[in-house]
């Protein structure tokens, strides 16, 4: 049984940095994705299980940055000059163990944590 368990979801202003973490039960090609509400779940970043390599949306470019912890099993999304249009609750999803490289989709995710709210105020 795949586990997810996101935390350091909270509010801030605008501008301020805020870091994410998702603790799994293995290691996985792995993604963050968020949905603000009345509007579809979009991907935000991704990272590959075996070489780290990252994909992010053109909207957090150069804001957010996808890392792991192999040792600690741990995902992370540090996410800088936050903006208003951030706002959301931000979900880690892990592909099916067959797959090494990320993906950009939700469908291509098997397993979905709880998610965490993050509120930017402006």
């Known amino acids: 049984q795949v586990r997810l368990v996101e935390s350091g979801g909270g509010l801030v202003q605008a501008g301020d940095s805020l870091r994410l973490s998702c603790a799994a039960s293995?290691?996985?090609?792995m993604g963050w994705f968020r949905q603000a509400p009345g509007k579809e779940r979009e991907f935000v970043a991704g990272i590959s299980r075996s070489d780290s390599s990252t994909g992010y949306a053109d909207s957090v470019k150069g804001r957010f940055t996808v890392s792991r912890d192999n040792a600690k099993n741990t995902l992370y999304l540090q996410m800088d000059s936050l903006k208003p249009e951030d706002s959301a609750v931000y979900y880690c999803?892990?592909?099916?163990?067959?797959?090494?490289?990320?993906?950009?989709?939700?469908?291509?995710?098997?397993?979905w944590g709880q998610g965490t709210q993050v509120t930017v105020s402006s």
């Open positions: 293995g290691q996985y090609a």
């Open positions: 999803a892990a592909r099916s163990p067959y797959y090494r490289a990320t993906g950009y989709y939700a469908r291509e995710y098997a397993y």
